[in-house]
């Protein structure tokens, strides 16, 4: 029988790891770095490219139904995160980097406070605190992904959500809600990514179900009640696009289908599932450094009679355990995937770490030398960029160096010092590195992002007033160009489409390889990501 979680016994000074000062100094200094240079750097090439291109298309088409790429058709998302992009488009009044990255932002705080809610319900306000803000500070989000416009966070925050009110709902025996609210936001994580919602939807509730023996509630009604309402929320958005739009639904799921099996070993073959079967623990605690490496904690002979304590606690690592395996038996699978699953096992470990063992604890105790080398080493090295060309004539590298030097200096000095709480002052330490990474390192990216920003915005004022595409294959699907396109849809307020087609008077982006045998006349240059020379050209009769 399953720990009642409220009645749980736990140590009695849990509760006293974090003062109210201290939580309060951690989350301000946090909101802090998170927004100060949100909108700095110019848009990324990658992924955060297409999704500010494929937003930007759907305000200038008017169209809000159906995405579009280059003014092509692009099924590989439903359009419910570049819905929240147009939004925050609109309430900035502009197309900026920090607008595009809002709506990021505001869900990846969402996702602390719903993380620190359920943790807090069902545990301590210690682990609470301690799981929330080491999933916000784990060295994949703080360093990376809350500096993008991805869909990653907003999507963890959501299937998270969902995972928690399946147990929420089942220690209420409310399966009716269960249903329903887990379903619904299924839908809404279908509309934000396609597929894998479904899959974590169906290994929690089995998983869970089959662990406390309740597979009988697969059958209740509300089941049939919250897959109808998962069919008609993502049923009515392919209604209104096929409304829209005169072409099969099978071209729509063959891209979704392939979408979500293109990183799996069916694409790869049994060689690179096999190796990355092994590889994957190892780049999942990289990526998510310095918290992921107290999975040692779990190396203990009465693990899961001391996880059956508390079964909430269980529940996340049972669900952990089970949704991670859509990511572990796929060889291409990138860190930004997992950040949804992360604080499952977070809170595990956070539990073990203040409830399970002491500082004198042998894992534990290389881990915390661990941390204190760490800090120590970055405490010094930050000096480096006084000395670093990239970075050496930057404004206040002097004295922005010595603050985050002094800070890591006293935080390395409390590692040292005698200490029940070394994970409490580790979530310092990042929020300091990700102060030195705002000030002494995003500077130097801006340059070259800002580069083919200007090279674009160049073309975009050579051709105002005048029709403009990009000639074959120049700029595709295919192609690391949306950035390009996007900061001339940008300027010019017309997408830029793609043609095999010539016109009178119109202006055309072609790089050397589709102008071969062609009569052109050269007005322009425009350099595309990476290092891709094109032209802006208009073609002789």
């Known amino acids: ?93 502009n197309y900026s980097s920090f607008a595009l990255r809002f709506p990021m932002l505001v869900s990846l705080l969402l996702f602390g406070l719903t993380i620190g809610a359920f943790v807090r319900r069902y545990t301590t306000p210690t682990i609470a605190i301690a799981a929330s803000l080491m999933t916000l500070t784990t060295g994949r989000v703080l360093l990376y992904d809350s500096m993008l416009g991805l869909i990653e966070i907003t999507f963890a925050w959501i299937t998270y959500t969902a995972m928690m009110l399946v147990y929420h709902f089942d220690q209420k025996r409310q399966y009716g809600w269960l249903y329903l609210s887990t379903y619904s936001l299924t839908a809404v994580g279908f509309l934000l990514k396609g597929l894998p919602p479904i899959a974590f939807q169906g290994l929690t509730l089995v998983g869970w179900f089959l662990y406390t023996r309740q597979l009988k509630r697969l059958i209740h009604p509300a089941h049939l009640a919250g897959i109808a309402l998962f069919l008609l929320i993502t049923g009515s958005y392919y209604v209104a696009y096929l409304s829209r739009n005169a072409i099969p639904f099978s071209d729509i799921a063959t891209v979704l289908f392939r979408e979500s099996a293109k990183r799996t070993g069916l694409k790869f073959g049994l060689a690179e599932t096999l190796l990355h079967l092994v590889t994957f623990p190892v780049e999942a605690i990289y990526h998510f450094l310095p918290y992921l490496l107290l999975v040692v904690l779990l190396v203990r002979r009465d693990l899961l009679r001391v996880l059956k304590l508390n079964s909430f606690v269980l529940f996340n690592a049972l669900t952990f355990s089970t949704t991670v395996l859509i990511y572990w038996s796929s060889p291409q699978v990138y860190g930004r995937y997992l950040i949804g699953l992360v ?8 539990y073990l770490y203040y409830s399970y063992s002491t500082p004198t604890d042998r894992p534990r105790w290389w881990i915390e030398r661990i941390w204190l080398v760490a800090t120590g080493i970055v405490a010094v090295g930050v000096w480096t960029a006084v000395f670093y060309p990239a970075t050496r004539a930057l404004p206040g590298v002097i004295w922005k160096t010595a603050i985050v030097s002094g800070l890591l200096v006293g935080l390395t000095w409390q590692l040292y010092r005698p200490s029940l709480n070394r994970l409490g002052l580790m979530l310092a330490v990042m929020v300091v590195v990700r102060l030195g990474f705002n000030w002494l390192v995003l500077p130097g990216r801006v340059a070259k992002r800002q580069f083919y920003q200007d090279t674009s915005l160049q073309a975009a004022r050579l051709t105002r007033g005048h029709p403009l595409y990009s000639y074959g294959t120049t700029i595709g699907n295919d192609s690391p160009t949306d950035a390009n396109s996007f900061h001339i849809a940008a300027l010019r307020g017309d997408i830029l489409r793609i043609t095999k087609h010539k016109q009178p008077n119109a202006y055309y ?11 052109y006349q050269v007005v322009g240059q425009i350099v595309l990501f990476d290092r891709h020379p094109a032209y802006v050209v208009r073609f002789l009769n």
Not at 20 to 46: C, E, F, K, Q, R
Not at 49 to 66: C, F, H, Q
Not at 509 to 519: F, H
Request: glycine content about 8%; cysteine-free; proline content about 6%.
């Open 1 to 93: 029988m399953l720990a009642t979680p409220s009645r749980q016994t736990l140590k009695p000074d849990t509760r006293k790891f974090f003062s109210t000062n201290w939580t309060y100094l951690l989350v301000a200094g946090l909101v802090v770095v998170l927004v100060s240079h949100l909108g700095l750097i110019p848009l990324d090439m990658g992924d955060e490219s297409r999704r500010a291109l494929v937003s930007l298309e759907m305000i200038l088409s008017g169209d809000y139904i159906t995405p579009t790429l280059n003014g092509e058709r692009y099924f590989n998302k439903p359009p419910l995160f570049n819905w929240l992009i147009i939004g925050s488009y609109s309430l900035f009044g």
């Open 343 to 350: 604080p499952l096992l977070l809170t595990v470990l956070a």
């Open 509 to 519: 982006i072609a790089d050397s390889l589709n102008l071969v045998g062609q009569r």
